[in-house]
């Protein structure tokens, strides 16, 4: 879809909010269709407050069905403090894995580990109802500190005996000090791809807030769509499928129709 319509963001002003780390993949696909990105992050990954827990997970996991994990970022903090610990990641081999979505999956593969499970939707919701076996089986699950508890419940209620480890948390970010003179100098769309982004745009105080009045909203997908409505915002593009890829689709779409009106 994306090739067909080539530029069709030419020109628009489009804020990521990502964390800086991971904000290079949307800004490129963004870019790739002509548009402007301006990076303010608004959170940044840091390791738990203590690791107490989660090494004694990473420790024993033989003992685990499915090891899942709901984002790249959990991966990714789990494959650091098992180098920290002096564990290969390769003992990861010994159960199966389960991703939220592509980009996690990529993730795990990138670190040597194969991925056994993705839902056909990728949110935690989906997952969760859609792992299999997952009866009587036990289950660990990577989450952030503020990770919603939509995939332990349903997992529960599916008959699955759940441990949560909080793999890493996540706090708001300071962003640059060109992003607000920037943001003054108007903004077409605030992308958001977590309820974490959302909420720590808003930690930032009240002339950020401003900045998103009669600014297009767009949304990764439900859960985010949930986190801005539920604080009063208007979101005008979710994207159908829960990737960056398919966040910039949705936004190409919104402005190729806008275009032919």
């Known amino acids: 879809m994306l090739d067909a319509v080539q530029g069709s963001l030419m020109g628009k002003r489009i804020v990521v909010t990502r964390q800086l780390e991971r904000a290079g993949s949307l800004s490129a696909r963004l870019e790739a269709q002509g548009a402007q990105t301006i990076l303010c992050p608004t959170i940044k990954v840091i390791p738990p407050a203590s690791c107490t827990e989660l090494d004694r997970a990473i420790s024993r996991i033989k003992v685990y069905r499915w090891i899942v994990f709901p984002s790249a970022n959990s991966v990714r903090s789990v494959f650091r403090r098992m180098l920290e610990i002096g564990m290969s990641t390769d003992q990861l081999a010994e159960v199966s894995l389960a991703a939220?979505?592509?980009a996690t999956r990529q993730a795990l593969e990138a670190g040597g580990a194969t991925v056994s499970f993705v839902p056909d939707e990728y949110v935690a919701g989906r997952l969760g109802e859609t792992l299999d076996p997952v009866a009587d089986e036990r289950i660990l699950v990577m989450k952030a500190d503020i990770g919603e508890p939509t995939l332990r419940d349903v997992l529960v209620r599916r008959g699955a005996q759940v441990d949560e480890v909080v793999a890493y948390r996540t706090v708001t970010q300071p962003p640059p000090e060109n992003a607000m003179i920037e943001l003054k100098r108007g903004v077409d769309v605030l992308t958001f791809t977590s309820p974490s982004t959302f909420r720590g745009f808003l930690e930032l105080g009240p002339?950020?807030?401003?900045?998103?009045?009669?600014?297009?909203?767009a949304t990764i997908g439900p859960l985010t769509s949930s986190a801005v409505r539920e604080m009063g915002v208007e979101v005008q593009v979710e994207a159908e499928e829960h990737t960056m890829g398919g966040l910039v689709s949705a936004l190409v779409t919104e402005f190729t129709s806008k275009a032919g009106k």
């Open 100 to 102: 939220v979505g592509p």
């Open 207 to 217: 002339d950020w807030r401003d900045v998103m009045v009669g600014v297009m909203i």
